[in-house]
Every structure is written in C-alpha cells, then in structure tokens.
C-alpha cells in the first residue's frame, strides 16, 4: 500500500518559519491534485492548502499570505512554506493526495508542528 511521508515539522518561536514536505512512498498514477489538511487537539481536520492540476492553489482563510504551496507534478512531491506561524498553527499536519484512479485519498502519518515561545 503506497503511503504518503511528511517530513520538516517540529517546534518554532511564534513568527518563524518551518517547511513541510511530503512525498509518495511508490508509485500513484493519475494524481489531480495534492495538498495539506491539520488537525488540532480537539478540533476536527480542516484543509490548509490544495494544489490542483492545473495550477490552482486554494488557501484557508487563515494562512492566506502566510502559507505557500508548491508542488511538483513530475515527481509527486508537494511543499508547504509556513512563515509568521502563530500559537493556533500548532497541529498535526497531514499530506493528502487525490488520484484519477482512486476512490480513496491518500494520506500520509501526520507531523507535528507546534508553535510555542
């Protein structure tokens, strides 16, 4: 079973900046988009951003100008660029990645980004 693997969380000063990344363990035919949701303690799992064939980019209204998306179609790979983080970023951040061919998301294990001084 392929799988989705993030990787670059981790804990940061309110303000700063971290990276995620996120690549496909094999191969996923027909991929139309890829992007990444969280989820809080407490809360249910919301979208952060969708990058979609043709290169629509869609934002949550609270990481809009703060958040960018970038994927790479060739390989299957898709980056957030998380800068100004603030306290209520901290979640468990998950990789998703929808398929032509599959009915079903793919998802990866989740990374923790936690944003406390």
């Known amino acids: 079973q392929v799988q989705l693997v993030e990787s670059g969380g981790g804990l940061v000063q309110p303000g700063g900046s971290l990276r995620l990344s996120c690549a496909p363990s094999g191969s996923i035919p027909s991929i139309y988009a890829m992007g990444w949701y969280r989820q809080a303690p407490g809360k249910q799992r919301e979208l952060v951003a969708m990058?979609?064939?043709?290169?629509?980019?869609n934002y949550a209204d609270a990481v809009k100008g703060r958040f960018t998306i970038s994927r790479d179609s060739a390989r299957n790979t898709v980056a957030l660029q998380m800068n100004s983080l603030k306290p209520e970023d901290t979640a468990v951040y998950y990789c998703?990645?929808?398929?032509?061919?599959?009915?079903?998301?793919?998802w990866g294990q989740g990374t923790q980004v936690t944003v406390s001084s």
């Open positions: 998703n990645a929808k398929s032509l061919e599959h009915r079903d998301d793919f």
């Open positions: 990058s979609i064939a043709g290169g629509s980019r």
